[in-house]
């Protein structure tokens, strides 16, 4: 039973261990799925964010080259003055300024053939506009605005930008310089809040703008571990993608801007997705905390639950051993009323198992089939001592009174065990197989098995025992009224069985045994005593008394292991009777009852303690005496039967 509930507990334990396992396997990828969806989505929004501001920035560049480009369009295709356009371009700056900022330098351009700066600067001699890159770019375009790599200022140092439109006369070409100050601060910003760090490159793989700003102006086609990342930038369908940058796992981010430059942001996922990482993490140690709270509560409950089954178990345990002491004492009782047969039923129990058992019988079945057998009998307490005892055969009147037993047993016994089996072999156990038997006239299989059973045990025991007028027959014949009745008295199957005992039994060992002489031994330093105890004990057939005086006597006779029952007085001179008492159970595990003339609360005390209970005292009662001896002698004597139950017991 321990075990089951042992094995039931490590399988709901381990279930809950999977389903636990599986749910958060589950959720939480779910989760990480859902919650990394949402940082990338983030991330996208948060890129786009900064990328629209620089968009937005360089916008405004080109809203005022455009406004300047319709301008001074109109102003050379009036013929207008080269000073004219000069304070033009110079007012036009002023007020760009004014309403921007000072990055963006100032508004030139190589106009009808002369160089023209609203600045105020003044190139050197050997400045050639048209072999400017600005220039340049901006024919190729033929009136479209373009926004010319960055360069290093030689005076400032500063990074610049130009953005030039070719006017309509097809020569003539304005310009806008701005400094990437700005820029370059809206890109150190862009590290997704220190998890990153972003750039903005164009097609050709040029920095134009970097967090780092030793970085800005290198060309990452041509830099190791960054050539593949400006690829898949400028491949890229989406947002976002994921790769490995600097041998780490990362989150590119990039948006296309102004032609065909890139804001990209890189994020290592390590840092990316820390605090997601985190509160999974926690998630999982808070789902092991509640799984060991569980385990706990379930060990618990299950420590609880066996306490209370072993609390159970030995209550059932003390219930059933009082079971069989009552059934005990009604089948010693019952022998006892039949002095021609005692231990009848006893013996009829002991071979009634011993079919069971060659049955097949589960160890509950014969249990229930040993109690049957052993109060089989118990009717006959209601019949009259005189006709029990009767020598001789019986009378047809008497003989109808011992009938009765079956059913007064089957009374006595329907409301004191809860299995109907226990009644029943009382009951029927004297039906024939052939439908000619007491009290019902039960046939065949009609009658129940623990009838039939216990009908041939007691068919057995009666045939093998003495009787008044007539001693236990011969195994021979035994064996030969039991093969004419199968099929007639007895069930064929059960009278197989018995026969194939009958044919083991080699040496005629299933029978009523003679009584055997019972020594009872009397340590007694008082003769007087020794001798009123022998006188008592003579009136009892079997019995004989031997006395001795020292505990070493005792010895020399009690190692024979003949003696059933000791009788030791306590009062012995330079003796403790109590150590003795305790040496003489303990070596030889014989009954011992104390003689003593002391009555006081504190020897009865201390007998108590040594679970001291059959004691005699002064003067002895004869008729006391006797029975208490005969009660301890015949108590010991079936333990031989006892000892047989099943483990059931």
Known sequence: MKDTIVKQFMKTVLLIFIMQIMMLAYIFTTFYKDSAGNIKEMGISNMKSQATMVEDYLGHGRDVLWLAAETV?????????????????????VKMQERFDVNFTGIYGLIDGHYIDGSGWIPPEDYEPAAREWYIEAMKKRGSMVISPPYVDAQTGEIIISISCQLSDGESVISLDIVLNEVQNTVENM???????????NRDGLVISHCDRSEVGKNYYQEVGHADLIREIMNGDGDEFEMNVDGEASTIFSHQ???????????????????????????????????????????FSVRRIKKAQNSETESLEK???????????????????????????????????????????????????????????????????????????????????????????????????????????????????DGHGYPNGLKGEDIPEVARIIGVADAYDAMASNRSYRNALPQNVIREEFVKGRGKQFDPKIADIMIEMIDEDKEYRMCQKEKAAVEILILDEDSINTNMLDYIFSELPNVMVLS?????????????????????????????????????????GVPVVVIT???????????????INDYITKPFSPVVVREMAHGIINHTKTGTLWGKRTSGE
């Open 319 to 433: 219930l059933d051993h009082m079971n069989s002491n009552i059934i005990r004492a009604l089948a010693t009782t019952i022998d006892a009323k039949d002095r021609y047969t005692s231990g009848h039923s006893q013996r009829v129990a002991e071979y009634a198992l011993a079919i069971a058992q060659r049955m097949g019988k589960s160890e509950e079945e014969q249990k229930v089939i040993l109690y049957a057998a052993l109060l089989h009998d118990v009717g006959k307490i209601r019949v009259p001592n005189e006709v029990i005892n009767k020598p001789g055969r019986l009378t047809d009147e008497e003989f109808d009174q011992i009938k009765l037993h079956p059913v007064s047993g089957y009374h006595i016994l329907r409301d004191i065990h809860e299995d109907e089996r226990i009644g029943e072999g009382a009951k029927y156990h004297h039906e024939r197989y």
């Open 548 to 588: 001795v005086r020292t505990i070493e006597e005792a010895d020399a006779v009690l190692g024979n292991g003949n003696v059933s029952l000791v009788l030791l007085n306590l009062d012995m001179k330079g003796q403790d009777g109590f150590v003795l008492y305790q040496e003489i159970c303990s070596r030889y």
């Open 597 to 611: 003339e002391e009555k006081s609360k504190d020897t009865l005390k201390k007998m108590k303690k040594l679970r």
């Open 191 to 201: 590290t997704m809040g220190g998890m990153g760090y972003g750039f903005i490159v």
């Open 257 to 299: 801007i102004v032609e065909d430059w890139y804001v990209v942001i890189v994020c290592r996922d390590e840092l990316l997705f820390e605090d997601l990482r985190k509160q999974i993490f926690v998630g999982c140690a808070l789902s092991v905390m509640v799984f060991l709270v569980i385990v706990a509560f379930c060990v």
């Open 73 to 93: 369009d109109f102003m050379v295709g009036q013929r207008m003055d080269q000073e004219d356009i000069l304070d033009y371009l110079k007012g036009a700056t």
